[in-house]
């Protein structure tokens, strides 16, 4: 049974720094393109980014460009999203989602492995 447990969410003000993190078991996680998606009250869940197997690959919503960063540490089944300059926009619930392929990919419905998500709240 694959779990992703997602932790590291909380409340800060705009300006501020926050990281998330996501460990997975039950999956070879170095065979796993993995991303972070994020859903704020009212609206669709969408993507935030994404990484390949191997961290050779990254993808970045262009809404968090240059203020978000994603990694792993595959030795530690786990991968993180660095999240500075936070905008009260960034408030959301943030999901890890796990994908059946090495091959990281923007699109949600291509992901097959979901946490349970963590709050994000910005303050301004």
């Known amino acids: 049974q694959v779990q992703l447990v997602e932790s590291g969410g909380g409340l800060v003000q705009a300006g501020g720094s926050l990281r998330l993190s996501c460990t997975v078991s039950?999956?070879?996680?170095?065979?796993?393109?993995m991303g972070w998606f994020r859903q704020a009250s009212g609206k669709e869940r969408e993507f935030v980014a994404g990484?390949?197997?191997?961290?050779?690959?990254?993808y970045t919503a262009d809404s968090v460009k240059d203020r978000f960063t994603i990694s792993r540490d595959n030795a530690k089944n786990t991968v993180y999203l660095q999240m500075n300059s936070l905008k009260p926009e960034d408030t959301a619930v943030y999901y890890c989602?796990?994908?059946?392929?090495?091959?990281?990919?923007?699109?949600?419905?291509?992901?097959?492995?979901w946490g349970q998500g963590t709050q994000v709240t910005v303050s301004s």
């Open positions: 039950g999956r070879s996680f170095s065979n796993t393109a």
């Open positions: 989602a796990a994908r059946s392929s090495r091959t990281v990919v923007t699109e949600l419905r291509y992901y097959d492995y």
């Open positions: 990484i390949s197997h191997s961290g050779g690959r990254t």
